[in-house]
């Protein structure tokens, strides 16, 4: 009985002993415990991006109403060039209302001003504004219009408006810009237009008021700033040697065409050195 009580004792001591050494340690002596704090979880998770603060209404109109005078009043120009052009003051006025992208309006009156025929002229101003439905397919996005309207603004997306819309912090900046720069220069385009095409009229014959440098000067003064990287200044300069080039041994507006393909030219070179790069890297 003495035996079994002492040899109980000692498992009951080696027992604790071990249970003691297992056991995490605990605060000594008012000592608290070094825990993890609860809301370590939410320090470590990255905060999240502060809004952009809204814009005032009237500082996106007058973004907006300034970029569409400025722009507005070159359609001036293109109702010189195209009644110089031989086309008629309807036929003029009917190309803004339209067509209403002046890249694409200076490239047809050019083509048929070099003698072009109507059918190449067209196709090269249908290439310059392709650019635009890429422009749509952001603009949906960001404007989120109902689809009753989205066929309406469809005809106002162009590089201006694409510029003031994509600038603004928010949606709604984004709408009213939109809005006022398509509607300040629908109505400023069309109306120089038609100012420009009397006046030409009027004039008779405009290259000996040497107004027929007036389409290719604003033409490039439209080109010039989209040209911001080095892949689209290459493809500009080749396809200037392209139409340079050709225009003395094809029909007029067929050196347009072929000066279109400087573009996947382009891309195709530097699509080859960026994979050749590559495999260097390896």
């Not at 604790?16 to 415990?33: I, L, M």
């Not at 470590?44 to 814009?55: G, N, T």
């Not at 689809?147 to 709604?172: K, N």
């Amino acid at each position: 009985m003495g035996r079994t009580s002492a040899s109980a004792g000692a498992s009951y001591a080696s027992a604790r002993t071990y249970k003691t050494r297992q056991s995490p340690p605990r605060s000594v002596r008012g000592v608290a415990e070094q825990t993890v704090p609860s809301d370590a979880g939410e320090l470590a998770q990255p905060k999240p991006e502060p809004k952009p603060e809204p814009k005032p209404d009237a500082a996106v109109v007058r973004d907006g109403l300034g970029v569409g005078v400025a722009v507005g009043l070159s359609g001036f120009a293109f109702g010189v060039t195209s009644a110089g052009s031989g086309l008629t003051v309807p036929q003029t006025c009917v190309l803004s209302l339209l067509v209403f992208t002046g890249a694409s309006q200076f490239a047809l009156v050019g083509a048929l001003v070099g003698g072009g025929n109507p059918f190449t002229a067209a196709a090269g101003a249908f290439f310059l504004g392709v650019r635009n439905a890429f422009y749509g397919l952001r603009l949906s996005q960001l404007l989120a219009l109902p689809r009753a309207v989205r066929p309406f603004a469809a005809h106002w997306v162009i590089d201006e408006t694409t510029a003031v819309t994509l600038a603004q912090p928010t949606r709604r900046s984004a709408r009213i810009g939109f809005t006022v720069t398509g509607i300040s220069l629908y109505v400023l385009w069309n109306l120089t237009t038609l100012l420009g095409a009397l006046g030409a009229e009027a004039i008779g014959d405009t290259d000996a008021w040497g107004l027929d440098a007036a389409g290719p000067a604003v033409f490039l003064a439209l080109l010039a700033p989209m040209l911001r990287t080095t892949r689209e200044r290459a493809a500009a300069a080749l396809a200037v040697v392209l139409g340079l080039g050709l225009l003395p041994v094809l029909p007029g507006g067929v050196p347009v065409l072929v000066a279109a393909l400087a573009a996947p030219v382009v891309l195709y070179v530097e699509g080859r050195s960026a994979r050749a790069a590559r495999e260097e890297l390896r």
